[in-house]
């Protein structure tokens, strides 16, 4: 039978004692760990010739070893009569000043400042959870009466949140609190070895005067350099990092499933600012590794952490599975903070990752750092700036894979998202593409005021099979001077895809609908883009003015597009709001087309049930849709025709599309000239793996 308490509150109930100790008979409790386990810290700060009162003692063999150690000016006191006799007998003959008392610990009638030091060993755990607090706040207060100036309440606990937060804020004005982290500790609680939350020893010390600041510190172990923090909440909000690493790694010491990762950020210590992020991903069971592989650590290119053998779920699994480890930390750096080379990151990591090896590693096997290169890729954030509607965001120039250097647009609630992404040339070189490339990597990273946005380059795939899509128009529409194509495109961003088009499209008027005017502000700004006749922003709610203008009527569009991505984290599909594709708003769409007109929609959906639900909606208005699936994404674009097409067969694809494609590609870099660069498609391309739905 458990003698583990059902619930919290029987943990300070005087009567579920007496049961504990009578069916606990002989065998000492050791709660939260024994004499050698704590010895360090308790010597820290409780001398011998201290007098000590031990609240709450039950029957700890702990007073015993202190004794026996030279702390013969003990007093214990327990509420459990039972418990008190036993442990009274127990000592009687071999150390008769070591006495055990019946007291009630929230009104002891000990006289005032008697003692030099309190050492409570689990009983604030156990009495807080008793009339909201209130218990344990009494006994507290006959803690602060019974001690000494400059006396210490020394009290171990598994500082869970109700609790700490009773103590801490209890002593923060006018005492020194320090707090202890121990990781490791034994326990009888459970039939584990270990607790899954670390063991923590509250130090408070009783200050003559009220000092004019709050001295609140945490110390890793029971020798790290304490820490200065600046509030009760971060305290608070350490020791819950501490714990929840431990709960960690006490997962992981059990092995992981492949398919789940575990997570954590390691902050600075001096600033408390995030550093690094870390991911363990453990290979397939299935996977075939070498013997020796048994673990290593990855660390991601600065700027790359969104990008998506790094980003993702799926991604992770495949970088694990090509490095041949049975786990893999990927590491990903922070923004803001600075890292000098892969050796000193190596050096600052080593201390903390070793306590994320899988279970069975030999203890003396070597842990390779991974990287691409050797190095540890560039960033630089060039601007920040805050939306009324997304809250910060951050505009950082990267260094890519292939080299060349990228801007991108980074929404700091969601930062491992890319929200837009441009190539950067330097404006140097920019009328001489041709000259020498790559002569060193500091010649790529020029100074920001040399760097520029390259138009002609679209970053991603989704946009540039939305302009191949424009083959789908047939050329004499497209090369019409006289009725240009007609583009409402909803969803700025950092504006590429309709700057490309008013660029590289001549015969085009795009109309784009944009929520956030933080958006615009950045696109013109950081991301060249410029506003003419043939090129308008329109800031507004999308969904409200496509339904505006279907009802005024006298509206049309060669093309319509959507590219706005879906706020609600929660939901299966992040592109574009679900309102976007509802039946009733779709069929506005249709009505605002001209007869040989386009819908593009950009489709981000992870879950099955929704997708098919989307795709049966646009089927059900539009007579053809054709699906271009992106390759390593979960983007897929749909191009949804108003018309059944070639000779009425709306589930073919038109055998005059390559052709058309083909024309479309020498059409855009027919204007190179009046463009201000050379554009990077391949239309083709695009269109070679377009699928009927």
Not at 39 to 64: A, F, M, Q, T, W
Not at 226 to 238: C, G, H, K, Y
Not at 429 to 457: P, Y
Not at 625 to 654: M, T, Y
């Amino acid at each position: 039978m458990s003698l583990l308490p059902r619930t919290a509150e029987e943990f300070s109930s005087a009567e579920y004692w007496e049961r504990f100790f009578r069916k606990r008979g002989e065998k000492a409790f050791e709660w939260y760990g024994d004499y050698n386990s704590l010895c360090g810290v308790l010597h820290k700060y409780i001398k011998p010739r201290d007098k000590v009162l031990v609240v709450g003692c039950g029957n700890s063999e702990l007073s015993e070893q202190l004794y026996d150690v030279g702390y013969h000016q003990l007093t214990n006191i327990d509420i459990s009569e039972t418990v008190v006799s036993h442990m009274n007998q127990r000592n009687a003959e071999r150390r008769p000043d070591l006495t055990f008392q019946q007291v009630d610990a929230t009104q002891t009638g000990f006289e005032s400042g008697s003692f030099q030091a309190a050492l409570d060993k689990g009983t604030l755990d156990a009495m807080a959870s008793e009339e909201d607090g209130a218990l344990a706040g009494r006994m507290l207060a006959e803690v602060v009466r019974v001690l000494s100036v400059g006396g210490r309440y020394v009290c171990v606990t598994l500082a869970q949140e109700h609790v700490i937060k009773l103590a801490v804020e209890h002593f923060a004005q006018g005492w020194a609190v320090r707090i202890h982290c121990l990781c490791g500790q034994q326990n009888e609680v459970s039939d584990s070895t270990s607790f899954a939350l670390p063991v923590f020893v509250l130090v408070c010390t009783k200050f003559r005067q009220v000092p004019p600041f709050a001295v609140l510190e945490l110390c890793q172990g029971e020798d790290g350099a304490p820490v200065r923090l600046a509030s009760v909440p971060e305290l608070l909000s350490a020791v819950k990092e501490r714990q929840a690493y431990n709960l960690m790694l006490h997962k992981l010491r059990g092995g992981t499933d492949a398919s789940s990762t575990q997570s954590l950020t390691l902050c600075h210590t001096a600033t408390g600012q995030p550093r690094y992020t870390l991911t363990v991903q453990d290979s397939l069971p299935s996977a075939k590794l070498p013997r020796s592989n048994h673990f290593a650590i990855f660390v991601v290119p600065q700027g790359r952490e969104s990008d998506w053998l790094y980003g993702s779920a799926e991604g992770r699994t495949q970088l694990a599975s090509s490095a041949k480890f049975r786990r893999l930390v990927i590491v990903a750096m922070h923004r803001d903070q600075e890292y000098d080379d892969m050796q000193a990151v190596q050096s600052e990591l080593s201390p903390m990752v070793m306590e994320l090896a899988p279970p069975g590693m030999p203890a003396n096997q070597q842990v390779p750092f991974l990287s691409v290169e050797g190095d540890l890729g560039w960033r630089e954030v060039v601007g920040r700036g805050l939306s009324a509607l997304t809250g910060e965001y951050s505009v950082e120039d990267v260094r890519g894979e292939d080299g060349h250097l990228y801007r991108r647009l980074i929404f700091m609630n969601n930062s491992q998202l890319v929200q837009s992404e441009s190539r950067l040339r330097s404006k140097a070189t920019a009328s001489s593409t041709h000259k020498k490339k790559n002569k060193k990597k500091a010649k790529a990273l020029m100074e920001a005021k040399d760097r520029i946005v390259h138009r002609g380059f679209l970053c991603c795939t989704h946009h540039e099979v939305m302009v191949a899509g424009f083959a789908m128009l047939g050329m004499d529409t497209i090369n019409n001077k006289d009725h240009p194509v007609s583009v409402l495109l909803v969803g700025l961003g950092g504006g590429g895809l309709p700057q490309f088009l008013h660029d590289f499209v001549p015969c085009t008027r795009v109309e784009v609908v944009e929520l956030d005017p933080a958006v615009l502000e950045v696109a013109q700004t950081w991301f060249g883009f410029q506003t003419d006749k043939r090129l308008k922003v329109i800031l507004g709610d999308g969904l409200e003015h496509i339904k505006t203008l279907e009802s005024q009527g006298g509206h049309s569009f060669d093309v319509i597009m959507f590219d706005v991505d879906c706020k609600d984290t929660t939901l299966g599909m992040s592109c574009p709001p679900s309102a976007f594709v509802e039946t009733s708003l779709l069929k506005n769409v249709y009505s605002l087309l001209t007869p040989q007109g386009l819908f593009m929609l950009n489709l981000v959906c992870r879950d099955s049930a929704l997708r098919k639900s989307v795709l049966e909606r646009v089927q059900a208005v539009f007579p053809r849709v054709f699906s271009r699936e992106i390759e390593g994404e979960v983007n897929e674009v749909l191009l949804c025709c108003r018309s059944a097409g070639e000779e009425h067969k709306p589930h073919s694809v038109p055998q005059t599309l390559q052709q058309t494609a083909k024309d479309l590609q020498k059409t855009l870099r027919a204007n190179t000239q009046t463009a201000p660069c050379v554009p990077q498609i391949d239309i083709t391309a695009m269109l070679n793996d377009l699928k009927v739905i």
